[in-house]
Structures are given as C-alpha cells and as structure tokens.
C-alpha cells in the first residue's frame, strides 16, 4: 500500500525512513499479493494499532524508543514481523486446505463409478466426472476392454436384489495404463457354486435359489405370497416343495451351471406342491414320485414332445431372454383316480397349460376349486368327480376353450351355474349332479352347439327349463330329475329329434304334455313322474318308434291310455301308477314281447284282467292294484314264469292265483298281493305274501287319496 493510502486513512507519526523501509513494505507488497481485494478500512485500523503502541511505549519510559538505531528496529517494526509470520502460517494452512480439498474432488469422482475406472469400488451407478482444478495433467481415459461393470450391492429384501457371490479378479488393471482384462479377470455373475449335483449348497448359495424361485413365483402368480409363509409353524405344501427342489431332489435343476429352462423347473415344482398338497405319502400308488427322475416318470403322469422357451432362471433374470425355443416333455396327463388323495387342489395346478387331461375322480380331495383352473387352455377332460370339494364353480372355467367333457358330480359344490359355460362350444358332457347347485339354468347353455349329455340331477335348480336348449340340436341326454324346476315344458325342447333320453322327474312342471312330443323321433327314455303334469296323454306318444321306457307316475293325467302306445314293438317298461287314467288296458301292449314292467295301479281303469297278458313271456313286474277291474284271474297267467311282483289287490277281481306262481322261486322272494284276506276272501291265494280285506281297502283307497293331494 502506498504512503498517501495510509495518509488518506489518517495514519500520522512515520518517519520517512519508516514509511519507505524496503523491509515494511515488501510484507505490505506480499499482503497484497495474498489478497489484492483488502479493503482500505483494514489498513487504517492496522497502521493505528502501530502508532498507538509507539505513544504507550514513551508513557512508559521506555528506551527502546522508535527510531532508536541502537535497539535495532524500531517497535512497530517488530510486531509487525510477527503479523508477517502468522500470515505465512496462516497461507500454509490455506494451501494445504486447498490441496485436500482438490484430492477429494478427486476421489469423489472414482467413488462415483466413473466409466472406465477400474479402481472404482462404489455401488453408485450415476458417472460423474470430477471438474479439474489447476491440474495440467489431464484426466486418464480408458478403452472398452478395461470396461467392469460392477452389480449393485443387495438390497435388504432378497425378492428384488438376490445375493451374488463374485469371484475376485487376479490383479487391479493401472490407472493411467489400460490392460485388457483376461478371461480370468472378468467377475463372475452367477454364485459361485460347485458344480457337483451331489453336493448341498452353501447358506449363501441356498438363499440366492430360495430368493429367484421365490421371485419367479410370485411374479407369474403361480404362488400367492401368503402361501410362502407358514400357517401356524407347519410348513405349507408350497414351502414343503420348495425345500424339497433346492435341498433333496438330486438333479439340482437350479445350479448355476444349469441349462435346464425355467418352465421345466416350474413344471417339477408344480407337481411337487400337489404331492405335498394331497398326501402324496398316502397314496396307493406313488411310484417315482419325488424321486430322481424325470418327473414324466412318475406314477400317473404322461407327458409329450413340445416345444417351449429355453430361457433358463439365470437368463431370464439377467434379461437375456430370446425367442429360442427347444423341445422339452411337458405334462399333458395327470391321471391318478381313485388313489387315495386327501387335501385341497391347489391353485398351481392350473399352471399346467399343456395339460391335456386332469383325472383326479374317486378320491378325498376337498377344500375350493381354484379360479387358476381357467389358465389349462389344453385342458380336454376334467374329471374331478367323486371327492368333498366345496365353494362355487369359478366362472373361470368358461376359459378352457377345448374342453369337451366336464364331470364334478357327487362333490359338494353349491352357487350358480356360472354362464360363462355356454362359452364352452367344443363342450360335448357337462356332468354337475348330486350337488347343491343352485339357481336357473342360464340361458347361455343354447350355445353349446356340441352338447350331447346334460347331467344336472339332484341339485336345487329352480325356474323353467330354458327355450334355448333347443337350439342344441346334437343333445341325446338330458337329466333334470330331482330338482325344483317348475313352469310348463317347453314345446320348443320336443323338437330335438336327436334326443334319446329325458329325465325331468321329479320336479314341479305343470300343463299339459305338449303334442310335440310325437317331434322326439330318437327317444328311447322319456320320464315325467312325480310332477304335477294334467291333461290327456297325447296319442302321438304312441307314435314314437324307438320308445322303450315310459315313466307318467305321480301326476294328474286323464282320458284313456293311447291305443298306439307298445304298437313299436320296443317297449320295455311302461309306469302310469298314481294318475286319474280310465277306461281300459289297451292291447297294444301285446306288440311289444319283450316288455318287463306294466305298471298301472291306482288309476280308474276299468274291465277285466286281460287274457294276453300270459302271452308277455318276459314280464317282471304286473302292477294293476287299486284299480276298478273285475272278473276272474285268467289262468293264462300260470305262463309267466319270470315275474317277482304281482299286484292285484284293491279291485273286483275274484277266483284263484295260479298255483304255479307258487312253485316261482323269484315269486318266493319277491311281492304277490291280492284281496285275499278276512272270512269270506274274495280271491283265493296260497302263497301271497300281502292280502288285502274290504276295510284295507277303504284304508288304503284314502290313504292314496292323501298322498296324491300332496
């Protein structure tokens, strides 16, 4: 700083030797050089301090008084060397903090995973490339072979971030001297397992299997999450599987050396799963299951030649997934009926997509049908009938697009008939009885064009049979029976000329039989009892040529019997018990030599035992109590040598039983009733089994009376 500066400032009292002391103003000159952006206040408060210390030293009496040449320097000379000194030590700190802070700069951007520094150790995957301070040497670059790509150390949930094991590089490439790095030098991805199948794996190597088959798991829905854990401290079958493929099945299909793809995988753990969810330890029959096989050996499962993706657990992992595919067996059976299985279906059975055919009937499966039974788009046969299976049926069953048969009956399944079924068009048997099924049949099952068997008995169904059955122009069995269906029969259901047998007894339709019915040209099986039907029996039921079997029981019909019916000559059984028929028992019967039951009590039939009875060799049962009929018992009955239940109690019939019927050793164990009994019988009978007096027959005419009112 200048004299006139200091001036300027008000500083007084220098000698003009002290004012251009080379000395004082070289450490002027260098405060200068250490920050040219001092202010000028500063200096003046600074060359005060001096001349105030120059005035206490002459109070005091001091000899060393400034300017004295001989005590060397003046006062203010020397303090103001050691200001000079402490600025020094003061720049030398400056320096070296400045230096520091320069190399962590420096650092930093190798702790920052700058591309192409082989010292770097962090795991931040960001590249930052530090700013260079005053540094003449620039910084290294480094060509793509010195490239390392370090993984990210494991996050704390193994599910996102799986345990990698590295194996250590040989040496540390220089910093300013790039080296291709050899085969040997480039750290593995996969853990470092021993390649040995007969080998357990370590801790490590065990949690990094556990946590990718968990992951994939979970990923693809096969396993919920809450099926990984254990119910209660006991291991879910889920968990039992698990254990099973990574610590005691011996192919060791997920070593890292491994090229098993991961449907394969997946496909032994689905299996494992339902062998641990079903007992499998309590089958008959488990042969190989569990073993060191292939899994298409064991017992019950059959499997194909397909093609499928190759990606192994490590591939797909690491996002090298391709479209190469290779031909791998994949289960397209599982057969293992009536075996003794006991547990639930589990969920991951579903996931069986190649599966063509799922037998699992006659066993003592229970528990709820999964809703991943949809994803078996193979799926042919579904056969799971004969167990305890309880729950809805899953509307998700109307996916399995080539399914042509379905059976489920004696189950306890209970809901709606989901209407997703009618999506089924290739569906030829659809078998859901003896259940508790419940609603109407939707309306959606006229589009199962293919439909030939319709088995929905006893079950709780209500509603009217749906008009749209008849556009199932293939149907050749329906079964309806035992239900709680009403409403009157559709005239539109007689149209299905292809139709063989129709059982919608025992239910609560009313009205008349449609004239329509003559429109069933293949039925060979039509029942209709214990309704609440009315009206005349239509004569065109007598026109149906391949009838064999007609159940009436137990409704309200009247008029005479049809003339034509038995004129086809195929009768086998014709049942009109319970109804108000009348007139009398048409001869046309006569034409049908084969038939085995005439089953005609309690009607109002009229007239006289016919005589061509005895010519119906192959007759079983003659039921014609409780009728109006009269006269003597033919003798031409003493024929009919096959019978094993006559009736004919509750009419006007008088005369003798033929006495061969007594010597009929299926008579002996069966039924022969008639108006045999009290003092005066009116039919005499050596060998009845029942005889009816004049007051059973009043007891017995108002006792049927009551049944047929309710």
């Given at each position: 700083m200048s004299v006139s500066t200091a001036e300027k400032n008000g500083i007084t009292g220098f000698s003009p030797t002290a004012a251009y002391n080379p000395a004082v103003n070289e450490s002027r000159r260098r405060l200068v050089?250490?920050?040219?952006?001092?202010?000028?206040?500063?200096?003046?408060?600074?060359?005060?301090?001096?001349?105030?210390?120059?005035?206490?030293?002459?109070?005091?009496?001091?000899?060393?008084?400034?300017?004295?040449?001989?005590?060397?320097?003046?006062?203010?000379?020397?303090?103001?060397?050691?200001?000079?000194?402490?600025?020094?030590?003061?720049?030398?700190?400056?320096?070296?903090?400045?230096g520091l802070t320069k190399m962590a700069l420096s650092s930093g951007g190798k702790g920052n995973n700058v591309d192409g520094d082989p010292d770097s150790g962090s795991t931040n995957s960001k590249n930052v490339t530090p700013i260079p301070i005053n540094s003449p040497t620039p910084a290294p670059t480094f060509t793509p072979a010195t490239l390392i790509t370090i993984p990210p150390i494991p996050d704390r949930d193994p599910l996102?971030?799986?345990?990698?094991?590295?194996?250590?590089?040989?040496?540390?490439?220089?910093?300013?001297?790039?080296?291709?790095?050899?085969?040997?030098?480039?750290?593995?991805?996969?853990?470092?397992?021993?390649?040995?199948?007969?080998?357990?794996?370590?801790?490590?190597?065990?949690?990094i299997r556990y946590d990718r088959l968990v992951k994939n798991l979970t990923f693809k829905g096969i396993t919920h999450a809450n099926a990984l854990l254990p119910e209660g401290g006991i291991k879910t079958p889920q968990i039992r599987a698990l254990d099973w493929l990574i610590d005691d099945d011996s192919l060791n299909l997920l070593a890292p050396t491994s090229r098993t793809s991961t449907g394969r995988v997946l496909q032994r753990y689905i299996l494992a799963t339902f062998f641990f969810s079903t007992t499998g330890?309590?089958?008959?029959?488990?042969?190989?299951?569990?073993?060191?096989?292939?899994?298409?050996?064991?017992?019950?499962?059959?499997?194909?030649?397909?093609?499928?993706?190759?990606?192994?657990?490590?591939e797909e992992e690491n996002g090298n997934i391709t479209n190469i595919k290779?031909?791998?067996?994949?289960?397209?059976?599982?057969?293992?009926?009536?075996?003794?299985?006991?547990?639930?279906?589990?969920?991951?059975?579903?996931?069986?997509t190649d599966c063509t055919v799922l037998s699992l009937y006659g066993n003592q499966l229970n528990g709820t049908l999964s809703t991943s039974l949809g994803r078996m788009?193979?799926?042919?046969?579904?056969?799971?009938?004969?167990?305890?299976?309880?729950?809805?049926?899953?509307?998700?069953?109307?996916?399995?697009?080539?399914?042509?048969?379905?059976?489920?009956?004696?189950?306890?399944?209970?809901?709606?008939?989901?209407?997703?079924?009618?999506?089924?068009?290739?569906?030829?048997?659809?078998?859901?009885?003896?259940?508790?099924?419940?609603?109407?049949?939707?309306?959606?099952?006229?589009?199962?064009?293919?439909?030939?068997?319709?088995?929905?008995?006893n079950n709780l169904l209500s509603g009217e049979i749906p008009s749209e059955l008849s556009l199932i122009q293939n149907l050749r069995d329906i079964r309806l029976f035992r239900n709680r269906m009403g409403g009157s029969l559709p005239t539109e259901l007689f149209t299905l000329s292809k139709l063989e047998v129709a059982y919608l007894d025992t239910n609560r339709f009313q009205?008349?039989?449609?004239?329509?019915?003559?429109?069933?040209?293949?039925?060979?099986?039509?029942?209709?009892?214990?309704?609440?039907?009315?009206?005349?029996?239509?004569?065109?039921?007598?026109?149906?040529?391949?009838?064999?079997?007609?159940?009436?029981?137990?409704?309200?019909l009247t008029g005479t019997i049809p003339a034509e019916l038995g004129s086809n000559g195929k009768l086998l059984r014709i049942t009109l018990s319970n109804n108000d028929f009348n007139g009398k028992i048409p001869e046309s019967l006569t034409e049908s030599s084969m038939i085995k039951r005439i089953e005609v009590d309690r009607n109002k039939l009229e007239g006289s035992l016919p005589r061509w009875i005895g010519d119906l060799d192959q007759l079983l049962t003659l039921n014609v109590a409780g009728n109006r009929l009269e006269g003597e018992i033919p003798s031409s009955l003493?024929?009919?040598?096959?019978?094993?239940?006559?009736?004919?109690?509750?009419?006007?019939?008088?005369?003798?039983?033929?006495?061969?019927?007594?010597?009929?050793?299926?008579?002996?164990?069966?039924?022969?009733?008639?108006?045999?009994?009290?003092?005066?019988?009116?039919?005499?009978?050596?060998?009845?089994?029942?005889?009816?007096?004049?007051t059973t027959k009043i007891y017995k005419v108002l006792e049927w009376s009551h049944i047929r009112k309710k």
């Open positions: 050089v250490i920050d040219d952006d001092m202010s000028s206040d500063m200096q003046g408060s600074f060359d005060e301090a001096l001349e105030d210390q120059r005035m206490n030293a002459q109070r005091e009496g001091s000899t060393h008084t400034p300017g004295d040449p001989e005590n060397g320097l003046p006062f203010h000379k020397k303090k103001n060397g050691k200001l000079i000194i402490g600025v020094v030590v003061l720049l030398i700190v400056l320096i070296v903090i400045f996102l971030s799986p345990i990698l094991d590295f194996t250590p590089t040989s040496s540390e490439p220089s910093l300013n001297t790039p080296q291709p790095l050899s085969q040997e030098d480039i750290p593995s991805l996969s853990p470092t397992i021993s390649p040995s199948n007969s080998e357990a794996p370590t801790f490590v190597d065990r949690q330890e309590d089958w008959i029959e488990k042969e190989n299951w569990l073993e060191s096989v292939h899994e298409c050996e064991w017992f019950g499962v059959s499997c194909a030649e397909k093609s499928a993706p190759s990606a192994t657990f490590f290779k031909e791998e067996r994949l289960v397209v059976a599982l057969n293992l009926e009536e075996n003794s299985l006991e547990g639930t279906l589990s969920r991951e059975i579903g996931f069986l788009r193979s799926l042919n046969k579904l056969w799971i009938d004969e167990n305890d299976l309880t729950g809805t049926l899953p509307s998700e069953i109307g996916l399995l697009r080539y399914v042509d048969d379905i059976q489920l009956y004696e189950n306890q399944l209970s809901g709606i008939l989901p209407s997703e079924l009618g999506e089924l068009t290739r569906l030829e048997r659809f078998w859901a009885s003896d259940m508790r099924i419940s609603g109407n049949i939707p309306t959606e099952f006229g589009k199962l064009s293919n439909l030939f068997d319709l088995y929905l008995e009205g008349k039989i449609p004239w329509q019915v003559g429109g069933l040209l293949s039925i060979r099986d039509l029942q209709l009892f214990s309704n609440r039907l009315s009206g005349t029996l239509p004569y065109e039921i007598g026109l149906l040529d391949n009838l064999q079997v007609l159940r009436l029981n137990g409704n309200f003493s024929a009919l040598q096959k019978l094993e239940e006559v009736r004919l109690e509750l009419n006007e019939l008088t005369g003798t039983v033929p006495g061969e019927w007594c010597l009929l050793e299926s008579l002996s164990n069966g039924i022969l009733s008639s108006d045999c009994g009290g003092s005066l019988p009116e039919v005499n009978c050596a060998c009845c089994t029942s005889c009816s007096t004049a």
